[in-house]
């Protein structure tokens, strides 16, 4: 099976190289994510750093607190075999050693740098070693002026701020940006890059800065980002969950899953289960969601929990399983293809599963 095009036609952007990795441009919209544990902890970022990129994570951030943080991206790069990206606020020396010791990319958030000079400063290193750079817009650190201006941190104080360094960069014939306009707030962010979207052709890394902790930071980075892709907006992207960063890696992946953006193995279909529902259907769909790792092909598996309406209801998945007190129907596209015992329901649909993959007109 090949994956099909993407459901909403991306924004133009000029691409941008990280590592190996290319932002924007025709490139799939990369996973980010960020580390949790402190840099200068070599072993622990590691080891952070290669579970996130097992779970799909291209991209990993780390914060740089200090010179050892900064001078530890070094070997933290020669251990992983993603780009690293390292993560600066206030102290452009930091984001000068880091880029010294191999970072990939510097991520400066350009309200509290300290203004064009040490921008520029980093932006010249950064072009001399060969790394991108990140204007990280954080509306919750504006510069004073724009903020006094706006009165608030408006998406439009945002845009202010990031056309502002833009501009410098641009004119210094920097060429290796990408841009984010993050805020905790779903409708700004969207606002904010909706507008800048107008004024440049660099690609964005998208998200929503703080999102939370489990499922509201998941329910609204899913609308923040759901909202930009809908709208072709966004070229590599990171959520920000007040959790483990495999979670973060995870949480992506289902959101471009979820907007036909990018595709990394089956969507399984469950039925919400209704007083008709004779079998534990939550049991059965997590074991054949358990049963299709590691399967890539982007197929759609429906378990449903009747058989007075599962096949009807789930026409438009390739395949799936209508579950009653005496076992299971399996079907494909709404046709039915034969009867299974109820144990023999989990082990079946992932059987069929792989033969679809394999060969979904061999399916009768
Ligand atoms: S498929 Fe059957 S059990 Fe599931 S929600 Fe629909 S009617 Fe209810």
Redesign the pocket.
Same mark, same amino acid.
């Given at each position: 099976m090949t994956c099909p095009a993407p459901l909403f036609r991306r924004r133009e952007t000029t691409p941008v190289r990280c590592g190996d990795v290319l932002i924007g441009g025709n490139a799939p919209v990369s996973i980010q994510t960020m580390t949790k544990c402190d840099t200068r902890d070599v072993k622990a970022t590691v080891k952070e750093i290669r579970q996130a990129t097992a779970l799909g994570a291209q991209i990993v951030r780390v914060a740089v607190v200090d010179k050892e943080a900064a001078q530890a991206i070094g070997v933290i790069r020669d251990r992983v075999l993603c780009p690293v990206v390292a993560d600066i606020h206030f102290d452009y020396e930091l984001a000068l050693l880091s880029l010294d010791a191999g970072a990939d990319k510097i991520r400066v958030n350009p309200g509290n740098l300290g203004g064009k000079e040490p921008l520029l400063k980093v932006a010249e290193r950064a072009r001399s070693t060969g790394a991108a750079i990140r204007l990280g817009i954080n509306s919750g650190s504006l510069e004073k002026d724009i903020l006094a201006s706006y009165g608030s941190p408006t998406p439009e104080a945002m845009v202010e701020s990031a056309r502002r360094h833009l501009t410098y960069l641009e004119d210094c014939g920097i060429d290796s940006i990408v841009i984010s306009l993050k805020s905790s707030r779903v409708k700004d962010t969207v606002n904010a890059y909706r507008l800048m979207a107008e004024h440049t052709k660099w690609p964005f890394h998208i998200g929503i800065t703080e999102a939370g902790p489990g499922t509201s930071g998941i329910v609204k980075s899913a609308a923040g980002i759901g909202a930009l892709i809908a709208l072709g907006i966004g070229d590599t992207v990171r959520v920000s969950l007040t959790g483990p960063s495999y979670k973060e890696v995870e949480v992506a992946k289902r959101i471009l899953q979820s907007m036909e953006s990018r595709f990394f193995g089956p969507d399984i279909i469950s /039925?919400?289960?209704?007083g008709?529902?004779q079998v534990d259907?939550v049991s059965i769909a997590n074991q054949v969601s358990h049963g299709l790792r590691g399967l890539s092909a982007p197929l759609k598996v429906a378990v449903?929990? /009747?058989p007075?309406?599962?096949p009807g209801?789930a026409r438009e998945a390739d395949i799936g399983v209508?579950c009653g007190r005496d076992g299971g129907i399996l079907f494909s596209r709404g046709k039915v293809l034969g009867r299974v015992a109820s144990d023999e329901i989990v082990p079946a649909l992932v059987k069929l599963a792989q033969e679809y993959a394999k060969s979904p007109e061999g399916i009768k």
């Open positions: /039925c919400p289960t209704c008709r529902t259907v449903m929990g /009747c007075v309406n599962g209801e209508a």
